[in-house]
């Protein structure tokens, strides 16, 4: 009796110890500092049963931008690059690609000279690509190409270019209770094949820009059919909408970084009580990128505003997940 | 130490005992019959660990269609009863209301001849009273009066028109892991102020039918302005397009009450594995109201495929909940 009663003390303690040593840093990829200090007071002060800040878990709703905020955006979008690949892949089936713009250039391995025009000619590209197909079909191109392609660049795995310090944050966000959601200009079916895996975020907590879709009954059973028509773009002015319309609440926490997550952290903010904004800066041309462009607004806002600026250089001590992860 | 020891023994015992009794009978207002047999033995075959049809929890998404199925719908929708009380409650900024259709009857208290105008009338009439405020002011309207209006017929609170078995039903699917949502052709925003109270249904797993909305950024902060512009109809073909566009995954059962439903039945049933399609059919004209009419094609396609009917006449020994609840 006296031996069981030990090796329980004994257990005990190692329980307490372990959940010690974890809660003493939730974000080991995070310099001390002040982002990593407003981080932790945020989510300590929130999670503090009895006072005033005090917010009850099914309230503590946080928000994510994706591209530059959650993985790398740099030289282009990554779902731009999928359709990219896509074009590649199709143009078998559409020899008046060869001489038509964007997509002749875009054969040619001329990229730059395709994206000329602009978004038209990005929205051209993305409607031949990510429609005219069923849900179920276009779900499995994205997963086949998610689990092979590699950045131009860096040669690693697109998922192996999400930035580490917010895979800590989001653990640690819901570890604290909170519900994690991606409010991306992406697009919604581009990401939620692989964003569980990869970021512990459901489909259900995804929510991104969108084509339509419609319901057809066919003769082995119903299907949704994409269709070339954008149904919603999650970005800007949208991503309060888009947050209002999926999530039916106001986040008390978002995290963005450039100028199209502006209004979801201006939304954010405008609530009652306790709330939190952070902007990634990529201030680190050696292991990222370092650019300001397109985020001049939100950095502007942010320093108005005494909202978190992470600088990446200064505030990170690891940007990707360590190699083979 | 032997006092202490028996004395938990007992509260393990009343533990034990409690939960055993819970667990007998988690569908009390369930009479034994092969709607209800059918329900248990869904839910124990999709959590039996090991078997071939067990469903891991994160799949485990139950929709449910609103009027009619988890509430009543009779003589008329709530929303549109809620929409009658906001017109006469405007009228007296709209003068122009008096001479007005469908305005002008509604006012003289002819609801009746107020709808001869079918969809169209019923459109002006929602899009006149559920736009043109902000989304917290909607809010804050359809707080109010689901905490007051009352039904013609039973004099009860709509919110106490919900069907008892249904309630218990949501809470056995999720003390079984599964994830609960709305799928309703009423409007999103008219259901989330009250969903999560009534039915333990929080607004992120709400699905409904939508208005456009605007942020703007007012002096004193950003607002989303709801516009008199349909964005969604979440009805018949609607449906699975609104499960895909909210949820992302594809539903394992799926509860329904009339045609409007049918499309999202299919759609549950079309996919892999274990699946449960139920209607709800009025049967009831004491308790409740009993009516075919709008149903009569998904009662004909349950029939065909064996989905489970409930007949609320013979299978509910409760309709609402009890009085004062």
Not at 69 to 93: C, S
Not at 129 to 148: D, K, L, P, Y
Not at 197 to 215: A, C, H, M
């Amino acid at each position: 009796m006296k031996q069981v009663l030990r090796a329980a003390v004994v257990l005990a303690f190692i329980l307490v110890f372990c959940q010690t040593a974890r809660a003493d840093d939730p974000l080991l990829s995070w310099n001390d500092g002040p982002a990593k200090t407003a981080i932790i007071d945020f989510v300590e002060k929130v999670t503090a049963d009895g006072t005033a800040d005090f917010v009850p878990v099914e309230e503590r709703i946080a928000t994510f931008d994706n591209d530059g905020t959650l993985w790398a955006e740099k030289p282009l979008y990554f779902q731009l690059f999928f359709a990219l690949d896509r074009v590649k892949a199709l143009a078998p089936e559409h020899p008046e690609w060869q001489t038509q713009e964007p997509f002749a250039s875009l054969l040619k391995g001329d990229t730059k000279k395709a994206l000329e025009g602009g978004q038209k000619a990005a929205l051209e590209i993305v409607m031949a690509t990510h429609t005219g197909m069923t849900t179920a079909e276009f779900e499995n191109i994205v997963t086949m190409w998610i689990a092979t392609a590699k950045h131009p660049e860096t040669h690693r795995l697109y998922t192996q270019m999400v930035y580490q310090p917010m895979l800590e944050l989001l653990d640690y966000l819901r570890d604290n209770g909170f519900k994690t959601f991606i409010v991306s200009g992406g697009g919604i079916e581009f990401m939620r094949p692989w964003t569980d895996n990869v970021y512990g975020i459901p489909p259900e907590q995804v929510v991104g820009s969108s084509i339509k879709t419609r319901f057809e009954m066919r003769p082995d059973g119903p299907v949704l059919i994409r269709l070339p028509d954008m149904n919603f773009v999650d970005d800007k002015t949208g991503k309060p909408v888009g947050i209002n319309s999926h999530i039916g609440r106001r986040p008390i926490a978002a995290f963005g970084n450039s100028d199209g997550d502006l209004q979801m952290l201006q939304w954010t903010m405008a609530g009652p009580g306790a709330r939190f904004a952070l902007l990634v800066h990529h201030t680190d041309a050696e292991r990222e990128f370092a650019y300001d462009k397109g985020a001049e607004n939100a950095l502007k806002e942010a320093a108005a505003n005494g909202w978190t600026v992470v600088d990446m250089k200064d505030d990170w001590n690891a940007v990707y997940p360590p190699d083979g992860q």
